[in-house]
């Protein structure tokens, strides 16, 4: 009798232990996880990508339970705003967004252009605002996208002269891009191969490094799931996985190491 009772009261200093350690990070209940279609980031065909395993390798670090809905970015965003999700991954930050959410950097990269080959002599963001209106010039963006500072003052300019089209998805704008509709979007070194592989649009393209711009993706948290307290506890987390090379050995697995090394921050 006396065993059982040690027995139980352990099992309760351990359950009690476990549910102490998942307040710290705000994990009373599971963590809803929004992920969307980015290249090597998420692939909903393979139901893999460096996302869903970052995020996973976050849940077992912080003993969270996580459950993962795939879709469209523009609602992810505003689910993480309204508290429906909880997180997502590869966020870009702009002040409208830190109103609703914390922004974690894990992953820097530089833009590329995507341009038509017919645009080859092209070799500033400028040089594309100045075709217009003599040439009509479609730029192709993902819908709710934030592209960085650079890139995204440039679009403001260009949707101002009617030269932008948005699309759901990176797989729709590739498809944009492969029907002659695009002639201008953006990627990295990261996303831009797996479209590259999937569309028909190797001989129609020409790949600039013309911009000053890097950005930093971050995993994304909502003001309205976590206190400022978890938040500190979540960032101490990704700065672990990144210090201790674990979210590096994620990348590996998808992208040489001469990539990777253009990805540190």
Not at 11 to 23: C, P, V, Y
Not at 182 to 188: L, Q, R, W, Y
Not at 213 to 238: C, D, G, M
Request: with cysteine; hydrophobic share 40%; glycine share 6%.
């Amino acid at each position: 009798m006396k065993f059982l009772f040690l027995c139980l009261v352990s099992l309760f200093m351990a359950s009690s232990t476990i549910a102490d350690g998942k307040a710290q990070y705000g994990c009373q209940k599971p963590l809803v996880v929004g992920l969307y279609e980015h290249g090597i980031m998420y692939s909903e065909k393979t139901k893999t990508g460096v996302d869903k395993e970052t995020a996973e390798l976050l849940a077992r670090k912080t003993g969270c339970d996580i459950r993962f809905q795939v879709k469209p970015r523009a609602r992810i965003w505003q689910e993480v705003e309204n508290g429906d999700l909880d997180m997502t991954l590869s966020g870009l930050k702009n002040p409208d967004r830190e109103k609703f959410a914390t922004f974690v950097p894990y992953v820097t990269a530089k833009t590329l252009v995507v341009l038509d080959k017919s645009l080859v002599n092209i070799s500033s963001l400028e040089d594309v605002l100045d075709l217009y209106p003599a040439k009509r010039v479609n730029i192709g963006v993902v819908r709710s996208f934030s592209y960085g500072e650079e890139v995204d003052t440039f679009l403001r300019k260009a949707s101002a002269k009617g030269m932008v089209i948005e699309f759901p998805d990176m797989g729709a704008l590739f498809l944009g891009v492969e029907r002659n509709q695009v002639k201008v979007t953006f990627g990295s070194a990261a996303i831009l191969p797996e479209y590259l592989k999937s569309y028909n649009i190797l001989d129609k393209i020409v790949i600039k490094d013309i911009t000053k711009q890097q950005f930093q993706a971050h995993v994304v948290l909502s003001r309205k799931r976590f206190k400022e307290s978890e938040i500190e506890n979540w960032k101490k987390i990704i700065r672990e996985v990144k210090s201790n090379g674990e979210l590096e050995k994620i990348f590996l697995s998808y992208l040489p190491r001469e990539v990777i090394n253009r990805y540190r921050n």
